[in-house]
């Protein structure tokens, strides 16, 4: 099946810097998906990207799916930034069955 | 508003006994998933279904059950065959793309 990889695998910020989380994976796509899971363990919805950029706030998305990844930029970020960032993208076949990468763990000090 | 329910939020269960977690959508999504969350991990799928009296087994489906008689409901049933049961599951609801998520079921072993 279609690999996902992520990195970094942990991030650590002051508040107010600026970061670029990426995804690569393995196979052509046509949708990839970014979710931030908070402390909580809510699963939040970022970004449904199959390919260009996309931003919302300080958040923006940019997939190139030719080359196989995508790139989550973070910028002025804030202590509820926190949290782990997955990207998720269809397994090959015709169901919209997601894998997941192992995420990003990030962590923003005040 | 519309969404996904997950209940209860933290379940115990016993050596030797079964327990159903409930997963309630009331977004007329066709297809639903189980994913299970171990600590420091991303998502893996257990079960998912794209229509009712229809569902087909994850990566991990060994020691789970599930039903999908409604649209709107999944239940997952953790069976006394699943040995190490402690984690953290994840309902999941889509028409296509994109994927939304209930908060959770912390399932834990007394």
């Known amino acids: 099946g279609i690999q996902v990889e992520q990195s970094p695998p942990d991030l650590i910020l002051q508040e107010g810097a600026n970061s670029t989380l990426r995804c690569n994976f393995s196979?052509?796509?046509?949708?990839l998906q970014w979710f931030h899971q908070n402390p909580w363990g809510q699963l939040i919805n970022l970004f449904y990207?199959?390919?260009g950029t996309k931003q919302n706030g300080r958040l923006s998305a940019t997939t190139v799916a030719t080359e196989r990844y995508s790139l989550l930029y973070i910028s002025s970020s804030q202590t509820t930034d926190s949290g782990v960032y997955f990207c998720?993208?269809?397994?090959?076949?015709?169901?919209?069955?997601?894998?997941f990468g192992r995420g990003t763990s990030l962590i923003v000090h005040p | 508003d519309g969404g996904i329910t997950q209940s209860p939020k933290y379940l115990f269960r016993k050596e030797g006994q079964n327990v159903t977690l409930s997963c309630e959508q009331n977004?007329?999504?066709?297809?639903m998933y189980w994913y299970r969350q171990d600590p420091g991990q991303g998502l893996r799928l257990i079960y998912y279904?794209?229509?009712?009296?229809?569902?087909q087994k994850g990566d991990i489906a060994e020691g789970y059950s599930v039903s999908r008689e409604k649209k709107e409901s999944f239940p997952l049933t953790v069976t006394s065959a699943q040995k190490n049961p402690t984690a953290f599951y994840l309902c999941?609801?889509?028409?296509?793309?994109?994927?939304?998520f209930g908060d959770g079921t912390r399932l834990s072993i007394l």
């Open positions: 999941a609801s889509s028409m296509g793309t994109p994927q939304h």
């Open positions: 196979d052509s796509v046509n949708n």
């Open positions: 990207i199959p390919s």
């Open positions: 998720a993208v269809p397994s090959s076949g015709g169901s919209y069955i997601p894998t």
């Open positions: 977004l007329n999504h066709d297809a």
């Open positions: 279904s794209q229509i009712v009296n229809d569902f």
